[in-house]
């Protein structure tokens, strides 16, 4: 028996997915200012030394190409092509998309461009990453649980959308049941047997050395990110919570981000940042402002190199970029992966990418 289900108009759907996920981050952010006296921030902020900047910047550099090379070793066990500078130009291309709702799914767009490998092989790849990262991002924030209230109610939330994932994706048993819950929805067949064939995908990349291997350079990555977030207290001469306090508060950022999943973790990951710091012992205006600095910094650096690797090396992946395409290309992507036309994903959002194969 399947269950009724009353359609919302296209339109409405397209507008809830582009305008919803803002007006949370908005309130998030609101509710960050109303708790934390402005006229504190500001005057916190303009003490920030400018020499701290290049280091923190460094240091998330040093971030993003340690999780470029967890991926490039996810990657290779479907034997694609890539060299080590292939997978890092694309992961950093990638994050052109950081702000965009379902962003990391532009990795598989510019990896069938280049490489033609099929969007559901290298769409598994991004969701182990992302889950596995998760999950090791979790032991980061214990040091500061202690000493935080309803620390553990948001570890423990975290930790169950991973397990939930996980077992989803995972565990046979598990899946098999939640695809035959799918079956009594209005879904068609194929798009169930798709999305199967994705989740056989992840599982079975999950299980391989590569991706246990890669969790040594995922818990390095942790380590880079705390240390930038260590680097913006410095800048304003905190020095309180130490490295370990601030590994802490950037892990219990990222729980906060996985949480709510909306685009870079805006809103969730500063307000919850903010908290821990302040119960570390932080004011809450210096606090709130060595979140914002580091936060700023990473997401505006990270999209600006991430925008300039696309340009850069539009020949080299076949494309030539525009926000309008990106965007595109995304939404097009996660549907396309779920219902298994690849064909469609190189054809129409290669257009939209203005993809052009070099001769």
């Not at 009353?6 to 200012?33: D, G």
């Not at 309008?324 to 257009?351: H, K, L, M, P, T």
Request: with cysteine.
């Amino acid at each position: 028996m399947r269950i009724p289900v009353t359609k919302l108009p296209p339109r409405l759907v397209s507008s809830l997915r582009t305008w919803l996920p803002l007006l949370v981050i908005a309130a998030l952010l609101y509710l960050l200012l109303s708790a934390v006296s402005p006229s504190k921030l500001l005057a916190a902020a303009i003490h920030f030394r400018l020499v701290y900047l290049l280091p923190l910047l460094a240091t998330y550099l040093v971030y993003l190409v340690l999780r470029a090379l967890r991926w490039h070793l996810l990657l290779h066990t479907f034997g694609v092509p890539n060299s080590a500078l292939d997978s890092i130009l694309l992961f950093t291309g990638a994050q052109a998309a950081l702000l965009i709702p379902a962003g990391q799914f532009l990795l598989p767009v510019l990896q069938k461009s280049q490489h033609g490998t099929l969007i559901r092989r290298s769409a598994a790849t991004v969701l182990v990453q992302e889950l596995l990262f998760g999950v090791l991002a979790l032991p980061a924030a214990l040091p500061g649980a202690s000493s935080i209230p309803f620390a553990g109610t948001l570890l423990g939330i975290a930790f169950a959308i991973s397990v939930v994932a996980g077992a989803v994706m995972l565990h046979e048993p598990t899946a098999r049941a939640c695809i035959r819950l799918l079956g009594h929805l209005p879904f068609r067949d194929h798009h169930l047997a798709s999305l199967d064939d994705l989740r056989r995908n992840v599982a079975q990349l999950a299980s391989t050395r590569a991706a246990i291997a890669g969790s040594l350079l995922d818990m390095a990555a942790i380590a880079a990110a705390g240390t930038s977030l260590f680097i913006s207290l410095l800048g304003l001469g905190i020095t309180g919570p130490g490295w370990i306090g601030a590994t802490a508060a950037y892990a219990f950022g990222n729980a906060a981000a996985v949480v709510t999943s909306l685009p870079g973790g805006l809103g969730a990951s500063e307000d919850t940042s903010t908290f821990v710091l302040s119960k570390m012992g932080v004011a809450a205006g210096p606090a709130a402002a060595g979140i914002l600095i580091f936060r700023a910094s990473t997401l505006l650096f990270g999209t600006a190199l991430g925008w300039t690797v696309l340009v850069l090396c539009r020949r080299r992946f076949h494309i030539h970029p525009s926000i309008d395409g990106i965007i595109s290309a995304i939404r097009g992507c996660v549907r396309q992966a779920e219902a298994g036309d690849q064909a469609a994903v190189v054809d129409r959002f290669g257009r939209t990418l203005g993809q052009q194969r070099e001769p």
